[in-house]
């Protein structure tokens, strides 16, 4: 398979990127209330029970947590769609986005099924 814009890669790779997949990624920042004292309540008793059905129903595939304190992210997680307005569905129904712990950005991204980590 020749495509020009991958003329650097080699066939070996091409070949893997053959499989490559459209998934929606979720970039959850810090909200205004994020430190409020209320916060690990429903963090750890309303929204991660919520990601937990997700997760079970293998709507969302990964979850990370952001641990560097210095910045405002505060987690990734990536769906097993290509479905941004699902997607945005699901985070509107989260208890810590309604909270206003959290933001978040919706964007597409690719990868290869099967991937996970270690």
């Not at 997949?21 to 429903?42: A, F, M, Q």
């Not at 405002?72 to 509107?92: G, Q, S, W």
Request: net charge negative.
């Amino acid at each position: 398979m020749s495509n020009p814009a991958f003329q650097f890669t080699s066939p070996e790779i091409m070949t893997k990127l053959a499989s490559i997949k459209p998934y929606v990624l979720v970039v959850l920042t810090k909200g205004e209330n994020y430190g409020l004292s209320d916060t690990p309540r429903i963090i750890q008793s309303e929204h991660l029970p919520y990601i937990f059905e997700q997760r079970r129903d293998n709507d969302m595939v990964l979850t990370m947590p952001v641990m560097d304190n210095e910045t405002n992210l505060a987690a990734v997680a990536i769906y097993n769609t290509k479905d941004k307005e699902e997607v945005k569905r699901l985070m509107d129904k989260d208890p810590a986005i309604i909270a206003g712990v959290f933001n978040y950005e919706i964007v597409t991204g690719m990868g290869l099924p099967g991937d996970k980590l270690p």
